[in-house]
């Protein structure tokens, strides 16, 4: 159990800052797929050609994104020959807050979700890790189910930490694209349902894509919903065709490096937050969890931290004290007391939504 109060990312400078629309710099989930979507065939010559081509569009596009990714997963790797920076003075300390989006899953043999949870009980990096579940309360072939409720229960019995991801019944629909009633009766009954299988209020909500506007933004704050985004997503949200990442160590190299360069360590000499977004209904995510907890460690003392003896949180107590300070927009000054006057981490930080 770590009971250690949690410390504050604070950006020495070149962060951007936080915007309620656009909350997405420096990392964006986007940037893949959208290039994968406009690789359309559609302007070759007329022929006999282009009609087998056009009636093989989709499969053809399909495998153009499929191997657009693995060419760009190969350019990529080029960086690493670049050594990371040679910073001065104390390394930053950081503690790693590990969070998923729309499960749970209600996949069998295995079920994703459990999966990611039996492995944060028993890894070889740090038995016993505890993470926050942002769920689908209403997904039709999700949270809306028996199975899902079941694997909601496992997952508070287990410790883990519920919040709220999407409530519709519909599935993954954007809060900003909801009437202002239907949203209120959605949160409300999704707070109770959480309320009731894991016996805390819920505190928690990752706006599907990270989409906001001031009318959500004020609901969440009336309904006592405070919005956690992430530091470094995994990219793990597209889940269509082959759902692999050949890059998550390289991708999560490039982050944490980025991250050292921005950050001074922490006044206290406590550790930072780093929040990490995955997709636990991800399967390839859940069946490399044990392998990310490696490389998330690996990579930040390549990238130049201290970390800790235990580099992820383990209670559902420190969880919530980590997630209130990270909180969209910023709690007042007066709550970040350790820092004094120097700027919040929300003021610098901007947080990317991990994946929709
Ligand atoms: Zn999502």
Redesign the pocket.
Known sequence: MTRNRPAILVLAAGGGKVSSTQPFPPYSWRDTTDSCRAGRVGDLPAGSLTRIVRVLRGPLRILACHAALLVISALAGCRTATPPPVLDGDPPSIRFLLTF??GPSIRSNPNPTLSIMNQFATNDVQPGIKGIFFVQTGHPRGGGTPKGREIMHRLAAAGQVLAI??TSPRG?IDHTRVSTNTLVRELTAAKQLLRDIGGTEPLFVRP??GSMNPVTQRLYSDLGLHVVLADIPARD?VIYGYNGSFRRRIHIRHCLEDLRAAVSPSPTGEPMTVIIGFHDVNPYTARHMTEYLHILVDEARKAGFRLPAKPFYDDPRDITEAALCRRVPPPPRTHLSPLGDRPTPQANLAPAPP??
Do not use: L, M, R, T
Request: aromatic share 10%; charged share 20%.
């Open positions: 989006d729309d991801h999407s993954h599907p894509f949200g994946g929709g």
